[in-house]
């Protein structure tokens, strides 16, 4: 199994990037796909990108397309979500989460259903 950590959050004005990395302990790390969440104060938690295990495949939720990049380094066990442009809608806490088994097709990555182990959250706050 995996123990998500998230770090990177803060405080940034519209327009603004920042880099959320999350740390996953666990050796097989590498045999685990993996996605971003998001919760914005009385919102449902939101779907935000996924990689896949290999980190070839790469899915993104269609309001931060083109803003939002996700890699993964897993000789270091950590994924990451680049965070370019930001908008005051995309304050949310940020979660990471890791998918054992998933079918490679966004519908799948998307669905928060599918993934077994998650982080805490950082908080990101995007000012206007």
């Known amino acids: 199994q995996v123990q998500p950590v998230e770090s990177g959050g803060g405080l940034v004005q519209a327009g603004g990037s920042l880099s959320l990395s999350c740390a996953a302990s666990?050796?097989?790390?590498?045999?685990?796909?993996m996605g971003w969440f998001r919760q914005a104060p009385g919102k449902e938690r939101e779907w935000v990108a996924s990689?896949?295990?290999?980190?070839?495949?790469?899915y993104y939720e269609r309001s931060v397309k083109g803003r939002f990049t996700i890699s993964r380094d897993n000789a270091k066990t950590t994924v990451y979500l680049q965070m370019n442009s930001l908008k005051p809608e995309d304050t949310a806490v940020y979660y990471c989460?890791?998918?054992?088994?998933?079918?490679?097709?966004?519908?799948?990555?998307?669905?928060?259903?599918?993934?077994?182990?998650w982080g805490q959250g950082t908080q990101v706050t995007v000012s206007s």
């Open positions: 666990g050796r097989t790390f590498s045999g685990y796909a």
């Open positions: 990689i896949s295990a290999l980190g070839d495949s790469r």
């Open positions: 989460a890791a998918a054992s088994k998933i079918w490679p097709a966004v519908e799948y990555y998307s669905n928060s259903r599918y993934y077994d182990y």
